[in-house]
Each structure stands twice: as structure tokens, then as C-alpha cells.
């Protein structure tokens, strides 16, 4: 589908900053993003019991959440999800309720862009298959910092995805006993993560006023709106904040 | 555990469902900034949106949390700055998060 149609838009696109070729779609980049995920998925995992958990709670067995967490893979869609349905909520309305949880996607895989686009469609379009919050963020970070590797992706999203489904199948089968993701620390690898990238983000003084922008609309958005819509209306709030001040 | 294999067509058609409108906003992105052409100011937009994104999830996250999770955070991005070792910065916020919480 978007084959042709990527191809013609490489030559009209006139690009500044991490362009100019380069990108690679290795082995070598599956490896590195598989091995640098590891930890990273080890706290997701925590979650991916939890979900089993719940997802035994409202009845699935165990092939239907290990299928949904090998076809889905998107932690906070899935809990919500899974709690609908065991309410009785009609099909399409839970779909739809999924599609609202993960709109926060549509700006992450924006934001990937101008690497993804030197890849070819089907290395792009196949990768991001495997985003979820961590490995995206882990991969920005990478890229940022002039990383040629266009398959970290691929290869953080694989290990969070087989740690994701053996995860739900533990929650489902032997949840009791393994207790919370509290417990363990787990519920902060998040927090610790998005905090370590961005140090690594941060670019100075150009910074400070649409990461205030995004910080601030966040909390209040966190204060009004239901669910994670104040990721999507921080981040573009900060976004539009940088775009007003651009000269 | 009778049952652990069971295939619901149901509950299938929902996994399905979920799947496709998942893979679609995963890929929407991409593919969407794809088809418009950007101006010099939308690109300066989206070059912030990996920090805004990141700042968006962190802000409330803090607010919500109490004083293990400050004081972690404050040891991970001094971890983070001093070393840029993600998987120190990761061990020192998860290891003071436990460590204050059970002295608060």
C-alpha cells in the first residue's frame, strides 16, 4: 500500500536534521535494542501479570490472553479493554474505547518520522508493530543521540513482547503468588525510564519553555480528562508552544 | 484449568478488533505525517514532541507519587547525568523508590 507512495515522497521532502541516509536495518540493530530493552521489559512484565490476572478475573482462558497480548501489545488498551468486556460492554464500544487509550501512538509515531522514513515501508511499517511506551522511548533516545540502527525498535518491541506474553501467562495461571508490581519496585521503571531519557533529551534553554508547556497542560489535562489523554494534550501543547515560538 | 486452551469466537473477534485499531494508531503516525508536506515551523513542532511526550507522562506521574518517588526521582536523574547509563539510572530509581518506601 504505502509502498510506492513513500518512495516519492523521499525525494520531495527536504529535511534538516538526521537525515541524509545512513539508516540501517540490521541484525545488529535487532541485537542491540534486544539487549538494551531487557531491563526495561523485566518492569513492563510486572504489568503483563497484572493484566493476566485481570483477564482471568473476566473469564478469558489462557490462549485468549496470551493471543491478546501477542496480537495487541499495548498494556494500559488491553487492562481497559479486558475490564469493559467482563462488564458486558458491547464489542464495538470497548474497540473504540481501545482506539482512544492508544491515540497517544498517533504522536509517537510521528515523532519516529524522520528516521522511519529512510527505512524501507515494510521494515518501518512492520516495526512499529512493537511499539509500546518504553521501547519507543528508549528508541528515540537512541536515534536522538545519532544512533543509525532503524531496527532498535524492532528488537527493544521483541523482547517486551515475548517478556509481555510469558508475563500474562504466569498472571493467569499462578497470578496469586507472584504478588504486585509494587512490591518490587516495578511500578517505578516508567518513571525511572521517561526520567533518564529525557536528561538525554533535554537541548538547553530551547527546552524549557515547551517542556513547561507540556509539563503544566499535562497535570491540569491529568485533572480533568479521563484516561492517558493528558499524554497526547501535553506533548502537543509543548509541540505547539515550540511551533508559536519558531522564527 | 479445564479449559486454558479455549478459543471463544467472541471473545476472538474482540481480540481482533483490538488488534487492528492498535496496529492503526501505532502506524497512523507515521504513515499521516508522511502524506502532508511539513513546514520548516511544523518540523521544529515534531522535533520537540519526543521530549513533550516524555515530559507528558512524567509530570503527573511525580504529582501523583509522595516522597520515595521524588526522592527517586531526583537520585535517578543525578544518576542519569552523571553516568548515562540507563540500566544505573533504572537500578538507583528502583532501588530508592523500595528503599524509602519502607522507611516512610
Known sequence: MAEAESATERSVETDTEPDDGGMTFTFAGVREGFITGFPVAVGVAGYGVVFGVIADQAGLSVAEAALMSATVLAGAAQLIGVELWADSVPMATVVATVGIVNLRYLLMGAALRPWFRQLSPRAAYGSVFFTADENWALTIGKLRSGSKRGAFLLGSGLVLWLLWIVATVLGVTAGDFLGTPEQYGLDYVLTALFLTLAVGLWQGRESIRPWLAAAGVALVANAVLPGEWYVIVGALAGAVVRMVSYE | ?104
Open chain 2, 1 to 104: 484449568m479445564s479449559n486454558a486452551l479455549a478459543l471463544d469466537p467472541t471473545v476472538v473477534a474482540l481480540i481482533v478488533g483490538m488488534a487492528a485499531v492498535t496496529y492503526a494508531t501505532k502506524a497512523g503516525g507515521l504513515w499521516l505525517v508522511g502524506r502532508i508536506d511539513l513546514s520548516e515551523r511544523a518540523e521544529a513542532g515534531l522535533d520537540v514532541l519526543p521530549g513533550a511526550v516524555v515530559v507528558a507522562f512524567i509530570a503527573p506521574a511525580l504529582a501523583d507519587g509522595g516522597v520515595p518517588e521524588w526522592v527517586a526521582a531526583g537520585a535517578t536523574v543525578a544518576v542519569a547525568h552523571k553516568t548515562g547509563s540507563l540500566l544505573l539510572s533504572l537500578g538507583v530509581g528502583v532501588g530508592t523508590v523500595l528503599a524509602v518506601r519502607s522507611v516512610v
